[in-house]
């Protein structure tokens, strides 16, 4: 009988691509250390968009976010798209989503605070009632209105109203940082790895499946299960990169205003916490993630239990990173340091190159041609990334010469791009003088920008010129020519 390949993506949001075991030996990830080590980290991967809904579509579209349309949260991607389920569903893939999507807003028009109706929310597609494509989903978001909210109500009323009364902080909560009393087995995490579970041991193997596991953390509020945090309890945090004040006061101005209206973390000004404080919530951001590496061990098992994980194609990623103090800041927003864009990629798959860390770049764009291309599928027409199997076969040492990474908040005056090459980058601001580029060979940390300096104008001009022929190039090639004229 032919060996299905099923496909499991796993994504966590805002987590950055420093933040496990075989990267930092301080941070506890044994299931991510050993699915490095069965597969490809991609040390250079980078995030479609600083923000979560823009890069989200993007990883399911192939389609960059000012095409795809879903250009920052708030904004839905659009119904029309052909995501990778409905590509799947060509090769008769079972769909399976369970966690956060967030394809569409979570709370409700005109900047209401107030969720968005879950019915609505979670809505099936006009064409074909899927959402967008899944055959089954299961979605918990970050406001964790909807499916998950009832299971734990069904599980624990006592604990279900102490959550949607204070989300169960702790009596020293400070800010968006404490340790969580609730037990582990009623967590959100778990919750999302029981899903996934069920969805793989009920699954009939004779058709391939397509699993998307999707964490809603290490996303703030940083509240892990105390057991969790305790781990990290003696851990000494290393300082974060400092800002610079002399470059602070070059930063354009409306990234200062950018939290006027609606949710915007970051600005322009950096943060006013004491050193104890990030501290504790980079221990917490630690335990967050590694509460999320024992539940990806669980789902492994399940794969395992069911005979199928041998012939599983992994890949796991995040949707953006976490500024973690970094420059002075917390969060996510328009910037475009490597905390922040810098993403974990990890493929492995039958056949694929094992224990290889390749410094090839990568984009979002490129996990749907990828996956295609691994099943013995030309990516259709109008998928605008490239397919990393010449790498993940050990044919090619890279595909692609740089990245590129985009926020875009034009309606608060903020547009924003970031090139990406093997040794530069290049941020340019709509409608600013100002800008930046670093030499990352040189800078790793960031910490001495280029963009007025003189010696370094040629190189400026050069990566000008690669920007524009990556936006060129990267317009919508939809609709296909399909006449002589």
Not at 98 to 119: I, L, Y
Request: glycine content about 6%; aromatic content about 10%.
């Amino acid at each position: 009988m032919e060996q299905k390949t099923h496909i499991w993506l796993i994504t966590t949001d805002q987590m950055r691509a420093d933040v496990m075991g075989f990267v930092n030996k301080e941070i506890h990830t044994p299931v991510l250390d050993k699915l490095a080590e069965e597969g490809t980290v991609f040390n250079h991967a980078y995030c479609a968009s600083p923000v979560c809904t823009p890069s989200r579509a993007s990883i399911f579209t192939g389609r960059y976010p000012h095409v795809h349309g879903a250009w920052n949260i708030g904004v839905s991607l659009d119904e029309n798209e052909v995501t990778l389920c409905d590509h799947l569903k060509k090769r008769d893939y079972k769909t399976i989503g369970v966690g956060k999507m967030h394809f569409r807003p979570q709370c409700k028009a005109e900047f209401s605070r107030e969720p968005e109706d879950v019915v609505f929310r979670d809505r099936g597609r006009a064409e074909d009632g899927t959402y967008y494509g899944f055959d089954e989903h299961h979605i918990s978001e970050d406001n964790l209105v909807g499916e998950y909210l009832d299971w734990l109500r069904a599980r624990d009323p006592q604990v279900a109203d102490r959550f949607n009364l204070d989300r169960y902080r702790s009596d020293d909560a400070a800010g968006d940082v404490w340790e969580s009393d609730m037990p582990q087995e009623l967590h959100q995490t778990y919750w999302i790895a029981e899903k996934s579970i069920e969805a793989i041991i009920a699954h009939d193997q004779d058709q391939p499946l397509f699993l998307w596991t999707s964490f809603v953390d290490p996303h703030h509020p940083f509240n892990p299960p105390r057991a969790f945090a305790e781990l990290y309890a003696d851990l000494e945090i290393k300082a974060p990169i400092k800002a610079d004040p002399e470059g602070m006061k070059l930063r354009p101005e409306h990234l200062a205003r950018q939290s006027d209206r609606g949710y915007w973390p970051g600005g322009g000004e950096a943060h006013q916490h004491d050193e104890a404080h990030i501290s504790r919530l980079t221990r917490n951001y630690y335990a967050m993630i590694s509460f999320i590496d024992e539940q990806i061990g669980h789902i492994q098992e399940a794969w395992r239990q069911k005979g199928l994980y041998d012939n599983v194609l992994v890949v796991f990623t995040s949707d953006h990173g976490e500024l973690l103090g970094d420059h002075g800041l917390l969060y996510k927003g328009p910037w475009f340091y490597e905390g922040l864009t810098r993403i974990p990629m990890i493929i492995r798959g039958p056949g694929m190159v094992q224990g290889l860390t390749t410094n090839a770049l990568m984009e979002h764009v490129d996990i749907v041609p990828t996956l295609l291309r691994a099943i013995g599928e030309v990516p259709p027409y109008g998928v605008q990334g490239v397919s990393q199997q010449e790498v993940l076969m050990g044919h090619k040492l890279q595909v692609r010469d740089s990245a590129l990474t985009s926020y875009d908040a034009h309606d608060r005056g903020i547009h924003a791009k970031c090139l990406r090459t093997d040794r530069y980058k290049l941020v340019v601001f709509a409608n600013e003088k100002y800008g930046e580029m670093y030499d990352l060979e040189d800078d790793p940390q960031e910490s001495r920008n280029l963009f007025f300096d003189p010696a370094h104008h040629a190189e400026k001009q050069q990566l000008m010129e690669k920007l524009v022929q990556r936006l060129m190039l990267d317009q919508d090639p939809l609709p296909e020519r399909r006449a002589r004229w």
